[in-house]
């Protein structure tokens, strides 16, 4: 790096907390909306409000919306750069947040929930490679995950509000959108203070002058089919599915289950669920404390256990407070190791500079499309039989992690070691004819 662009260059822990600030919003309003769906509900037939199926349609559009939003937004944050995504997806969020102030009806919030979830989704692959990219080999694996603890106190902003405004029933909805719209808004300027990423810039001029180096030959989707992306491709589209599936029960439906299956009112649940969020901060910073070493496998077949033991706590000791509490807590600590952190160092360091977005995006779009499937039946399965249900998520939690340990137990080579290698003659020429054609 040169002494000017040392001089010039954004502090990555700056950006890693502008960027992070992306994952604040994102899990301030996925959390949030499942809070304010529950609020919007209908209790008393014949009267306004939501009904159990149409909250598990409007869970699933944002769980859609997400992934549509990461397999788009990944793709063209590699194709036009990582800042104008980010800038655009981030607008998106905020104008999907003033839906309930026009009505809390089904019609009116489908269309703004659809738009809040095309914009988390497309938002992360770009706000991750920027961090990725503006980070080094010694803490990039530090700052992913303070950026993904930031996300943690945005669950803690819904829980707040459902606390202390969950009462108010459409109020005190319309206060949690509100909230979560309002902090992107601040977002959305702070990242105009940060360029686009330098990666990137050198990937595409090297592009343009026709220099054959790894960052600007390897962005075509054929790529993946390549042995050394293969492997992490495949093994973080798999485990990661199976673990969101397993885990959007306790995050999406957490309040659902504490209403509709345990009898607890909202606030009070949401009280509770305040204990999760000094777990969320040890378990990250202990994860910060071995990211970037050799001992973060060991750490993440620890994790993998605890989630999958504590998903089974209230199908033994029954639906009552304690036990999600219990289990909400346990599995937010030990998620800190083996779920979306190391998911995302993984595949940061996996995946050269115009293919990083791309694998990023595409990892959360086949995870969300697959859980959006399951949340839109999820409230009548729990409804009809909670126990089974928690039984086979963690089945399903524990084939997820299983595969990722066998995909990433030795390793794979990071891309930001070869970034700059020139490819050999023969692949610049194939790749020179196929660009002609």
Same mark, same amino acid.
């Given at each position: 790096?040169?002494?000017?662009?040392? %001089?010039?260059?954004?502090?990555?822990?700056?950006?890693?907390?502008?960027?992070?600030?992306?994952?604040?919003?994102?899990? $301030?309003?996925?959390?949030?909306?499942?809070?304010?769906? *529950?609020?919007?509900?209908?209790?008393?037939?014949?009267?306004?409000?939501?009904?159990?199926?149409?909250?598990?349609?409007?869970?699933?559009?944002?769980?859609?919306?997400?992934?549509?939003?990461?397999? !788009?937004?990944?793709?063209?944050?590699?194709? /036009?750069?990582?800042?104008?995504?980010?800038?655009?997806?981030?607008?998106?969020?905020?104008?999907?947040?003033?839906?309930?102030? @026009?009505?809390? =009806?089904?019609?009116?919030?489908?269309?703004?929930?659809?738009?809040?979830?095309?914009? *988390?989704?497309?938002?992360?692959?770009?706000?991750?490679?920027?961090?990725?990219?503006?980070?080094?080999?010694?803490?990039?694996?530090?700052?992913?995950?303070?950026?993904?603890?930031?996300?943690? #106190?945005?669950?803690?902003?819904?829980?707040?509000?459902?606390?202390?405004?969950?009462?108010?029933?459409?109020?005190?909805?319309?206060?949690?959108?509100?909230?979560?719209?309002?902090?992107?808004?601040?977002?959305?300027?702070?990242?105009?203070?940060?360029?686009? =990423?330098?990666?990137?810039?050198?990937? %595409?001029?090297? %592009?343009?002058?026709?220099?054959?180096?790894?960052?600007?030959?390897?962005?075509?989707?054929?790529?993946?089919?390549?042995?050394?992306?293969?492997?992490? #491709?495949?093994?973080?589209?798999?485990?990661?599915?199976?673990?969101?599936?397993?885990?959007? !029960?306790?995050?999406? /439906?957490?309040?659902?289950?504490?209403?509709?299956?345990?009898?607890?009112?909202?606030?009070?649940?949401?009280?509770?669920?305040?204990?999760?969020?000094?777990? $969320?901060?040890?378990?990250?910073?202990?994860?910060?404390?071995?990211?970037?070493?050799? /001992?973060?496998?060991?750490?993440?077949?620890?994790?993998?256990?605890?989630?999958?033991?504590?998903?089974?706590?209230?199908?033994? @000791?029954?639906?009552?407070?304690? $036990?999600?509490? +219990?289990?909400?807590?346990?599995?937010?600590?030990?998620?800190?190791?083996?779920?979306?952190?190391?998911?995302?160092?993984?595949?940061?360091? =996996?995946?050269?500079?115009?293919?990083?977005?791309?694998?990023?995006?595409?990892?959360?779009?086949?995870?969300?499309?697959?859980?959006?499937? #399951?949340?839109?039946?999820?409230?009548?399965?729990?409804?009809?039989?909670?126990?089974? +249900?928690?039984?086979?998520?963690?089945?399903?939690?524990?084939?997820?992690?299983?595969?990722?340990?066998?995909?990433? %137990?030795?390793?794979?080579?990071?891309?930001?070691?070869?970034?700059?290698?020139?490819?050999?003659?023969?692949?610049?020429?194939?790749?020179?004819?196929?660009?002609?054609?």
């Amino acid at each position: 790096m040169s002494a000017l662009s040392a %001089r010039t260059a954004p502090n990555p822990w700056w950006v890693g907390f502008v960027c992070g600030m992306a994952t604040f919003v994102d899990a $301030a309003a996925t959390t949030g909306i499942g809070v304010a769906l *529950v609020l919007f509900q209908s209790f008393i037939p014949g009267t306004p409000g939501l009904t159990p199926d149409q909250v598990g349609l409007l869970t699933g559009v944002l769980t859609a919306g997400v992934a549509i939003g990461s397999l !788009v937004g990944g793709r063209l944050a590699d194709r /036009f750069g990582r800042r104008r995504i980010f800038l655009v997806t981030m607008s998106l969020i905020v104008l999907g947040s003033l839906t309930p102030f @026009f009505g809390v =009806s089904f019609g009116l919030l489908l269309p703004g929930i659809a738009l809040i979830g095309l914009g *988390v989704g497309a938002d992360l692959p770009a706000a991750l490679a920027s961090i990725s990219e503006a980070a080094t080999d010694r803490n990039r694996g530090k700052i992913l995950v303070f950026s993904n603890l930031l996300g943690g #106190f945005g669950i803690l902003l819904a829980v707040l509000i459902g606390i202390n405004f969950g009462q108010l029933g459409e109020v005190g909805g319309r206060i949690m959108f509100a909230a979560f719209g309002g902090v992107g808004l601040v977002v959305l300027a702070l990242r105009l203070t940060i360029p686009e =990423s330098a990666d990137w810039i050198a990937a %595409r001029d090297e %592009r343009r002058n026709g220099v054959q180096t790894v960052r600007a030959e390897r962005g075509r989707l054929r790529d993946f089919g390549r042995p050394q992306y293969r492997r992490p #491709f495949v093994t973080l589209l798999v485990y990661y599915t199976l673990a969101s599936i397993a885990i959007s !029960v306790a995050g999406s /439906f957490g309040t659902f289950v504490a209403v509709n299956v345990a009898g607890i009112p909202v606030n009070e649940y949401q009280t509770w669920t305040l204990l999760a969020m000094p777990a $969320a901060i040890l378990g990250a910073v202990w994860f910060m404390a071995v990211a970037d070493t050799t /001992f973060r496998m060991s750490y993440y077949v620890a994790g993998a256990i605890a989630v999958v033991v504590a998903n089974l706590v209230p199908v033994v @000791f029954g639906f009552t407070l304690p $036990a999600l509490i +219990v289990s909400v807590v346990v599995t937010t600590f030990a998620g800190a190791f083996c779920f979306e952190t190391i998911m995302k160092v993984w595949t940061q360091e =996996s995946f050269p500079t115009m293919l990083r977005s791309t694998a990023q995006g595409t990892v959360y779009a086949v995870a969300r499309f697959a859980t959006a499937a #399951f949340n839109v039946v999820t409230p009548a399965l729990l409804l009809l039989n909670p126990s089974a +249900v928690y039984v086979a998520v963690s089945a399903v939690a524990a084939a997820g992690f299983l595969i990722g340990w066998i995909g990433f %137990r030795r390793g794979v080579t990071n891309a930001f070691d070869v970034e700059a290698d020139v490819v050999s003659a023969s692949e610049a020429n194939a790749s020179a004819a196929t660009l002609a054609r």
